[in-house]
């Protein structure tokens, strides 16, 4: 499984909390989909896989508590993972798939076999009777509470036809993994949880499952006090670089910026031979669709300062980028999952952030058309410190229905022109620049107006699919001058900026206003290009040429692009290393 794309945001409010988040793209048969439902009175229920152990017992009640010095006391509630016994399950719960004699299965995860036997059930109306003394554990002597709440990895529970339980367990010894029955669909809507032949626990299963019987809070919030204070940032007591190649070259190399290759290099993009953008970069990293010419993009996006300081509008950054990405790499975005990464809720200024966060989210996801398929919600991500910026992280999917329509972001040639597409504001707020240059965290965030990026993301869809383009790169931390290196770096092309500006120098460069892409364009293509911008009402500017390998900024000289690979390519590992 090819690792093809990803992000990595550094901060200080990350320090004792970091946050990684996984996002898994499948493709699948619609027509061989199988339930996460139980059905049918009298079917066997299997679990399969791994033993049970009492790794992982009561791990989601530690994701629900804030990070002390006596958190290290709480590891045995994490969970052991094991990578190749995950693939032998995989692999067998595959073959048993084409076997037709599945009627519904789903994995454990949190609250392990509680969780699974109950969601299973009220998904189908129907109860279980559970054995719990029949599933097998690692450890000898595990009590009943121990055997329902583990967390133990790489299991699934499958119900299965009945008369059909011999043909399931031969796949699963073939694989050397447990297929061991532990319980049968009743009609009653209740769980009968047994040990040794006592019922030690009964609930009707609707009870446990979000929409049954569980408690729906509503919380109070309130909105901090920083966030009118953070709205009435000037730029104007920011003072502009009396050197802009040097603050350039610095730009570069901060670690939200600079290239993560040292963390992508890591781990195999070229597994399975189908990743398009191994070496040709693109907004978002496209698969290859085998048999097709079609392909997927995929993007994961979130700029937890943005959200920090304008939840809402953070919130519909991330999707709006996103959904940029898609575009930019010539894909039609298609539906988002997410993980909510908060403080704790019970806060009413981090729930305050929550709610709007999603106020914000639902938003843009309806005017973008991406349906939310999932996600997850994590709390209590905070310690004695304080909470981490609210990161609602956003992956994304999206369709390229013609990869000749597949678009990268790096220049292919000296000489073409280059046209921003999109109205640059007089604004540096929550740039890399004002936070880790200027040294001002308190501002709100970049300019958003999310019908100026609907229009901009149709605009970049009909360029790209009239093939007008030879690339395209969104604008985003940075700014022009970020986007402009990251796309000559390739092949190695500089850049001249000429274009009349009407804003601060420092805001035009290295400012973070949305919804703005640059494209080069052959010069034989700029009429066309220009005739389908004022068709679609979208603002636009010629902002210069590619070149050779020199950079200028209207005829300010501001070395070659070597100088700021090298810079780009080698910060990274100075942190990542220390």
């Given amino acids: 499984m090819p690792t093809v794309g990803g992000e990595v945001f550094f901060d200080e409010v990350y320090q004792t909390n970091p946050l990684v988040n996984a996002m898994s793209v499948g493709f699948i048969d619609v027509n061989k989909i199988i339930s996460a439902m139980a059905a049918g009175v009298g079917n066997p229920v299997f679990i399969v896989g791994s ?13 629900s508590k804030d990070i002390s010095e006596d958190s290290a006391n709480d590891l045995p509630a994490v969970q052991v993972g094991d990578p190749f016994q995950e693939k032998l399950l995989l692999e067998a719960s595959l073959e048993l798939a084409e076997t037709g004699a599945i009627v519904g299965m789903q994995d454990m995860g949190a609250a392990g076999i509680t969780c699974s036997t109950s969601e299973m059930s009220a998904k189908g109306g129907i109860g279980m009777n559970v054995w719990l003394d029949k599933v097998p554990t690692r450890q000898a002597n595990m009590q009943p509470f121990e055997i329902l709440l583990s967390e133990s990895q790489e299991r699934m529970l499958i119900v299965v036809q009945k008369g059909r339980e011999a043909e399931v367990m031969a796949i699963f010894d073939k694989w050397d993994l447990n297929c061991v029955q532990i319980a049968e669909i009743i009609e009653e809507e209740m769980l009968y949880y047994y040990s040794n032949g006592e019922l030690v626990a009964k609930i009707p299963p ?6 049954g019987g569980a408690p729906v809070y509503d919380r109070a919030y309130s909105e901090p006090v920083y966030f009118s204070e953070f709205k009435k940032f000037d730029i104007s007591k920011i003072a502009e670089p009396t050197n802009y190649v040097q603050t350039a070259k610095q730009l570069m ?29 693109s907004d978002a990293a496209v698969v290859r669709v085998k048999g097709t010419n079609r392909g997927i993009a995929c993007t994961v996006d979130c700029n937890a300062r943005y959200v920090s300081v304008d939840p809402k509008v953070g919130a519909m950054i991330a999707v709006s980028e996103a959904a940029r990405n898609i ?102 707020s929550s740039s890399e620049y004002l936070v880790n240059i200027c040294g001002e965290r308190n501002s709100s965030a970049p300019f958003f107006d999310i019908e100026a990026e609907f229009v901009l993301q149709e605009s970049i869809k009909k360029l790209i699919s009239n093939q007008c383009v030879e690339s395209a790169h969104d604008i985003s931390e940075g700014g022009v001058f970020a986007c402009l290196v990251e796309s000559g770096i390739q092949h190695q092309i500089g850049f001249s900026i000429e274009a009349t500006i009407s804003v601060r120098k420092d805001a035009f460069l290295f400012g973070e206003s949305q919804s703005r892409v640059i494209v080069s364009v052959s010069q034989d293509k700029l009429n066309s290009v220009e005739s389908t911008l004022k068709s679609m009402n979208q603002g636009y500017s010629i902002l210069g040429k590619t070149t050779a390998g020199n950079l200028s900024c209207w005829k300010e000289d501001f070395g070659s692009i070597s100088d700021y690979t090298q810079i780009y390519n080698n910060s990274i590992s100075d942190i990542l290393y220390a």
């Avoid at 152990?53 to 989601?60: H, L, Q, S």
């Avoid at 190399?253 to 040709?280: C, E, F, H």
Wanted: glycine share 12%.
């Fill in 51 to 63: 033993s049970t152990g009492k790794d992982g017992i009561g791990g989601a009640s530690f994701a």
């Fill in 206 to 211: 609707h009870e446990l499952v979000l929409g």
């Fill in 253 to 281: 190399g901060l670690s939200n910026i600079a290239s993560k290759r040292p963390v992508y290099t890591q781990y195999d993009s070229m597994v399975g031979v189908n990743t398009a953008t191994t070496n040709t970069p």
């Fill in 327 to 428: 575009v930019c790499s010539g894909g039609i975005p298609s539906a988002i999952t997410n993980c909510l990464n908060f403080g704790n809720p019970y806060n009413p200024e981090v729930y305050w952030q929550f709610v709007q966060a999603i106020q914000g989210m639902g938003e843009a996801c309806r005017k973008f058309d991406t349906p939310v398929t999932g996600g997850n919600v994590s709390f209590y991500n905070q310690s004695e410190d304080g909470p981490v910026f609210p990161t609602p992280t956003i992956g994304m999917v999206g369709i390229i229905n013609d990869m000749n329509h597949f678009t990268s972001l790096s220049f292919k040639k000296a000489g073409d022109i280059l046209v921003l597409v999109g109205d640059t504001k007089n604004d540096i």
